[in-house]
């Protein structure tokens, strides 16, 4: 008996918390059997609807996890698709650009033999420009194999002159430009066509420029001028475009002494050439 009586003592409140959820249970479900919730049944959904609730939130907050998951998974491979596609198209742009410049090349090499037949034109790549303080020359991908010969005149696609060749050698050759120090071309100056030199000047070389001299004293040389080859000496075609009076200078006496020249050729840019093997004078 008194096992009993201490057992009670030590165990009294969780046999009443036991007996309390045992009563509540049972009233509820008897509630529940005739239609209607009793008051047992009413404290027991009290009890539970703090629960029910807390399931019902962790439950909303796992599927918002989920479906965001979901999206951010879907949207990276969207991304990457993407991706994709934009680099696809960048490629065929690229493509597109390269072709475009390709017949832009072929229609003006066209054009240009189309427009002076009198001209055998062979075209070359500019594959280097040494560097030197004391000249301007350029190495071409073309040589002997292809006609090149040394003397032979070098052109760009608008018909300027670029310069002569110098040196020619199998898959390669020299060209002197129109600005080196040691070029000479003569030239026709003004509306009378007078005869002039176009000779290459050290210190208008480091400019970009070169020299106009020779002048008769009726030569008129104004800024602005453009120059042609003569076509005398044979080794240019007349009408090749030389280049532009930049500048004159004058002596004391009003006497035009030089004119400094710029190149027609946009000679930093040039990428490709045409070499002039051949060709027949013009009337």
Same mark, same amino acid.
């Given at each position: ?13 969780? /046999?009443?918390? @036991?007996?309390?959820?045992?009563a ?5 479900? #008897? ?7 009793? *008051?047992? $049944?009413?404290?027991?959904?009290? =009890?539970? =609807?703090?629960?029910?609730e807390?399931t ?13 998951? +979901?999206?951010? %998974?879907?949207? @990276? ?35 240009l033999? %189309? ?8 075209? *070359?790549?500019?594959i ?5 303080n004391?000249?301007v ?18 052109? %760009?696609?608008?018909?300027?002159? !670029? ?17 080196d ?6 030239? /026709? #100056? ?9 000779i290459?000047? +050290?210190? =208008? ?16 040389v ?5 120059? !042609? ?6 080794? +240019?075609?007349? $009408? ?10 004058t ?12 190149? *027609?050729? %946009?000679?930093g840019?040039?990428?490709?050439? +045409? !070499? ?8």
């Amino acid at each position: 008996m008194n096992r009993f009586k201490d057992y009670i003592r030590k165990n009294g409140i969780r /046999l009443g918390i @036991a007996v309390l959820l045992v009563a509540l249970i049972v009233g509820f479900a #008897v509630g529940r059997s005739k239609g209607k919730t009793s *008051a047992a $049944g009413n404290a027991a959904v009290s =009890l539970s =609807l703090p629960v029910k609730e807390g399931t019902t939130g962790v439950v909303g907050w796992l599927e918002s996890i989920y479906g965001y998951m +979901f999206k951010y %998974d879907a949207l @990276a491979k969207e991304n990457e698709d993407l991706k994709v596609q934009l680099a696809q198209t960048q490629s065929q742009l690229r493509d597109a650009e390269e072709d475009k410049k390709e017949n832009a090349r072929l229609s003006e090499l066209l054009n240009l033999r %189309d427009k002076h037949e009198n001209l055998q034109l062979e075209s *070359a790549n500019i594959i280097d420009r040494p560097q030197s303080n004391w000249s301007v020359t350029y190495t071409l991908s073309e040589g002997s194999e292809s006609g090149i010969e040394v003397g032979d005149c070098v052109i %760009d696609s608008s018909y300027n002159l !670029v310069g002569q060749i110098i040196e020619s050698g199998s898959g390669w050759s020299t060209v002197r430009s129109v600005i080196d120090a040691d070029m000479k071309v003569g030239t /026709l #100056v003004g509306d009378g066509g007078n005869a002039a030199m176009v000779i290459g000047d +050290f210190s =208008l070389m480091q400019k970009g420029q070169t020299k106009l001299t020779y002048l008769t004293e009726e030569t008129q040389v104004l800024e602005g001028d453009v120059l !042609v080859t003569s076509g005398k000496g044979g080794a +240019f075609p007349r $009408g090749l475009e030389i280049g532009t009076v930049s500048s004159v200078i004058t002596e004391a006496g009003g006497q035009v002494e030089y004119a400094a020249v710029t190149p *027609a050729s %946009d000679l930093g840019a040039l990428s490709e050439v +045409f !070499v002039v093997k051949s060709f027949t004078s013009e009337n």
